[in-house]
């Protein structure tokens, strides 16, 4: 995988405080890197660093192999960024605010234009005035500039912020569609965890300043103990079957149901063992966890994350 993005040993210190604590990863072509943590964490400042809006103390990061140091024109140049909101001018339409970028921008032809309008599905309102767009029209308003130059990175800062289920359906579906057609690293930072969970191939966790896990979305949410929960009667004869193979927090018995936490592979002992004992099973089933209770269990934050 070609390495687009390379954070080394980064820190961020101001008055003497150090908001970032030398961290390290990588993001790749083609993929989705979720930035996850609690508030104040560091993400913010992370990404001001990384599109050039705040200086690094120590450690440098490199976009498509130039150094934000000592080469920031050719490794900026790299860069599609949305930090908070998008602005545009209000009082034109869609289309000019896009001329007026690809002016500044420069190499950037009528045709690009066009298909990037198409790519974020804005072909029949481009010619309307922004100040008529919704907030979801908007925040596509502003991918399509991110996106005019081909930059192989693309960093958003709280994407879905502010829009209804529909509007984040279509910024998660655009941005999916993008890492995958445009072979394009996309570093989202959002506080909706579920949608994290649905949008991106890997996350970092960042928690006071440091980088205390990079992990495969798919692989964070797989554990060799799973919790399950059996419907059985009767109820209380099956508690006492099951404590004398699982441990005492690994079996709870409610008015209803016994949880259970294990592994796939003891499901079918454990079912034996109820047959055998004459205990009619009714439903033995998976509880999956979300990201967020992952992320809660990896920080040991009990409150909100940004």
Not at 60 to 68: K, N, R, T
Not at 84 to 94: A, I, L, R, V
Not at 205 to 221: L, S
């Amino acid at each position: 995988m070609e390495t687009v993005v390379s954070l080394s040993n980064v820190t961020k210190k101001i008055n003497n405080k150090t908001i970032i604590d030398s961290i390290s990863f990588d993001v790749y072509a083609g993929e989705i890197f979720g930035f996850l943590g609690p508030n104040g964490a560091g993400k913010t400042t992370t990404i001001r660093m990384l599109v050039g809006l705040m200086k690094i103390t120590s450690g440098d990061i490199h976009i498509g192999g130039h150094s934000v140091k000592t080469n920031f024109e050719d490794a900026v140049k790299h860069i599609g960024a949305i930090v908070e909101n998008p602005e545009m001018y209000k009082f034109m339409s869609g289309y000019d605010n896009l001329k007026h970028y690809a002016r500044m921008t420069g190499g950037v032809s009528s045709e690009r234009i066009a298909e990037i309008v198409e790519l974020v599905g804005l072909t029949q309102r481009i010619k309307e005035k922004v100040k008529t767009y919704s907030l979801g029209m908007r925040q596509r308003l502003g991918l399509a500039q991110a996106l005019l130059h081909r930059p192989k990175v693309l960093i958003l800062d709280e994407p879905t912020n502010g829009l209804d289920p529909a509007g984040i359906r279509e910024i998660r579906d655009y941005l999916k569609k993008l890492a995958r057609e445009e072979n394009m690293a996309v570093i989202v930072s959002s506080h909706l965890l579920s949608e994290m969970e649905m949008m991106c191939d890997r996350i970092g966790i960042i928690q006071n300043g440091k980088m205390i896990d990079v992990q495969n979305v798919r692989e964070i949410m797989q554990e060799d103990k799973q919790s399950y929960v059996i419907n059985a009667k009767p109820l209380q004869k099956a508690y006492e079957v099951l404590k004398k193979s699982f441990s005492e927090e690994d079996v709870i018995v409610s008015q209803q149901s016994i949880h259970i936490k294990g592994s796939k592979a003891e499901i079918p002992n454990v079912i034996n063992k109820l047959v055998e004992n004459e205990i009619e099973i009714y439903q033995v089933s998976p509880i999956s966890k979300s990201l967020e209770d992952k992320f809660l269990e990896i920080t040991g934050d009990k409150g909100g994350v940004a």
